[in-house]
């Protein structure tokens, strides 16, 4: 279950985005979270009083997720006044049903989109709107651009329309048991998403562009008595990380996951 929750994250983690720390920060120039985050992908320690100090157990991610929308036409940079243009689409991505009206709407992540094979590659642009036009019945959808700087711009015809999407996932402690914990970064906040997950940890190897993700889980039987554990001695041998006393009384199993960073 754990794994299911990151497979489409991390596959689609960093499409249509800038890498670079700075870079990723200065195209969106929003300081919310995803957009002010240390690219498409962080990994941190998590440092909480309920399950102490654990290096690399904190993740977030920001990804893309396919619309179905595609553009009906060419724009260049003669269509573009002050990074904003409008794109006639095939179909209305579902999120962007209603106009944006909101004086946040930047910080609202299902407003930003990216394209497939927009030029230059990986700026994200910001939706601001949408018109229908009645003769044709084509809908126009009005974006912005936070920083194309001074390149030329092209969006071909025929391009894919991609929504952001944005997850941060850690260990938290719920009464005695220990549970997945995850954010989309909507309104919705952090959310329990699967049980007896005791810790996890993430390692990247950037050069290959592989992360790993390995998890200390607890079976759903409770025994009597505590029960021994060749799982545990490796992983808090590997690790280390505080295990409390209940949940040394499940049998504990240890898994490990690769998933391979496409987009980076």
Same mark, same amino acid.
């Given at each position: 279950?754990?794994?299911?929750?990151?497979?489409?994250?991390?596959?689609?983690?960093?499409?249509?985005?800038?890498?670079? %720390?700075?870079?990723?920060? %200065?195209?969106?120039?929003?300081?919310?979270?995803?957009?002010? !985050?240390?690219?498409?992908?962080?990994?941190?320690?998590?440092?909480?009083?309920?399950?102490?100090?654990?290096?690399?157990?904190?993740?977030?991610?920001? /990804?893309?997720? +396919? &619309?179905?929308?595609? &553009?009906?036409? +060419?724009?260049?940079? %003669?269509?573009?006044?002050?990074?904003?243009?409008?794109?006639?689409?095939?179909?209305?991505?579902?999120? *962007?049903?209603? @106009?944006?009206?909101?004086?946040?709407?930047? $910080?609202?992540?299902?407003? !930003? *989109?990216?394209?497939?094979?927009?030029?230059?590659?990986?700026?994200?642009?910001?939706?601001?709107?949408?018109?229908?036009?009645?003769?044709?019945?084509? &809908?126009?959808?009005?974006?912005?651009?936070?920083?194309?700087?001074? @390149?030329?711009?092209?969006?071909? @015809?025929?391009?894919?329309?991609?929504? #952001?999407?944005?997850? +941060?996932?850690?260990?938290?402690?719920?009464?005695?048991?220990?549970?997945?914990?995850?954010?989309?970064? &909507?309104?919705?906040? !952090?959310?329990?998403?699967?049980?007896?997950?005791?810790?996890?940890?993430?390692? *990247?190897?950037? +050069?290959?562009? #592989?992360?790993?993700?390995?998890?200390?889980?607890?079976?759903?039987?409770?025994? @009597?008595?505590?029960?021994?554990?060749?799982?545990?001695?490796? !992983?808090?041998?590997? /690790?280390?990380?505080?295990?409390? %006393?209940?949940?040394?009384?499940?049998? *504990?199993?240890?898994? $490990?996951?690769?998933?391979? #960073?496409?987009?980076?």
């Amino acid at each position: 279950m754990v794994f299911s929750i990151l497979r489409t994250p991390l596959e689609y983690c960093g499409y249509g985005l800038p890498k670079d %720390e700075t870079v990723y920060r %200065e195209y969106f120039g929003v300081s919310a979270s995803p957009f002010n !985050w240390s690219g498409p992908l962080s990994i941190s320690l998590s440092n909480r009083k309920d399950t102490g100090r654990r290096d690399n157990a904190s993740c977030k991610i920001t /990804y893309a997720v +396919e &619309t179905k929308c595609r &553009t009906l036409e +060419e724009v260049s940079s %003669e269509d573009v006044v002050s990074g904003r243009f409008e794109v006639a689409v095939s179909g209305t991505p579902s999120q *962007l049903l209603t @106009e944006a009206k909101y004086a946040d709407v930047e $910080t609202i992540i299902q407003n !930003w *989109l990216v394209f497939g094979a927009i030029m230059p590659r990986r700026v994200p642009v910001m939706y601001k709107g949408k018109r229908s036009n009645a003769a044709t019945g084509i &809908t126009y959808l009005s974006f912005k651009f936070k920083k194309p700087d001074s @390149e030329p711009v092209l969006i071909p @015809e025929n391009d894919e329309i991609f929504g #952001l999407r944005a997850l +941060e996932c850690e260990v938290r402690k719920s009464n005695d048991d220990f549970l997945l914990y995850a954010s989309d970064q &909507t309104s919705s906040g !952090w959310q329990p998403r699967v049980d007896g997950v005791i810790d996890i940890r993430f390692a *990247l190897d950037a +050069e290959k562009r #592989l992360i790993t993700v390995e998890t200390l889980t607890r079976g759903a039987h409770r025994y @009597e008595d505590a029960v021994a554990s060749s799982a545990l001695e490796e !992983w808090q041998k590997k /690790y280390g990380g505080a295990i409390p %006393e209940e949940s040394r009384h499940y049998r *504990l199993f240890s898994n $490990t996951a690769v998933f391979e #960073l496409k987009n980076f």
